[in-house]
């Protein structure tokens, strides 16, 4: 197999390698493509980005909801852009900012009936998606792949987040 690297040709048959040999980390990414695009493609349906869902799936894990400040830290997103994304789903009837009673500076952020509905909706396109994704595998396999990403996640992200 011949490439072309920076104007001249190069034979790279002898450092290819079949995807069987790739590296944890590469079939990882590729994983991770594909899945998004299903997860896209079954979010589209409902009118929704995958940043939305994240946002609504961070809101509904705390219990009395979040500050705008926290929430653009869990989301790893920039103040303003946090502002647009709120707009949206405020706009949409999704989530509703309030007045925190003991800073009134603060925001708190939480969901509102339709927004709860909406994850749940969500969360089944997203069950959907990952089972399309996941077919090929076995239910005591992917139970075990499961385990496997939330140990892996646990260690990579740890208290950061990721």
């Known amino acids: 197999m011949f490439v072309i690297v920076c104007g001249y ?6 450092t290819a390698t079949s995807p069987a040999d790739a590296a944890c980390g590469i079939l990882l990414m590729r994983l991770a493509r594909a899945s998004g695009r299903r997860l896209a493609t079954a979010l589209a349906d409902l009118g929704m ?9 961070l809101v509904a894990e705390s219990a009395g909801g979040l500050s705008q400040q926290q929430l653009s830290e869990g989301l790893r997103i920039h103040p303003s852009n946090l502002v647009r994304l709120l707009d949206a789903l405020e706009g949409d009837g999704l989530v509703a900012r309030i007045r925190d009673p003991a800073d ?3 925001h708190i ?8 509905e909406r994850l ?8 959907a ?5 996941l077919e090929p595998l076995a239910p005591e396999e992917r139970a075990q792949l ?5 140990r892996l996640t646990a260690h990579s992200c740890g208290m950061r987040g990721c």
């Open 146 to 150: 499961r385990s496997y990403l939330r």
């Open 9 to 14: 040709h190069r034979d790279v048959s002898a």
């Open 109 to 116: 952020v939480g969901l509102t009936p339709t927004g709860f």
């Open 104 to 106: 009134r500076r603060r």
């Open 129 to 133: 998606a990952e089972r399309e994704l």
């Open 120 to 127: 749940k909706q969500a969360h089944r396109a997203a069950q």
């Open 49 to 57: 980005s995958g940043q939305e869902l994240a946002a609504l799936q």
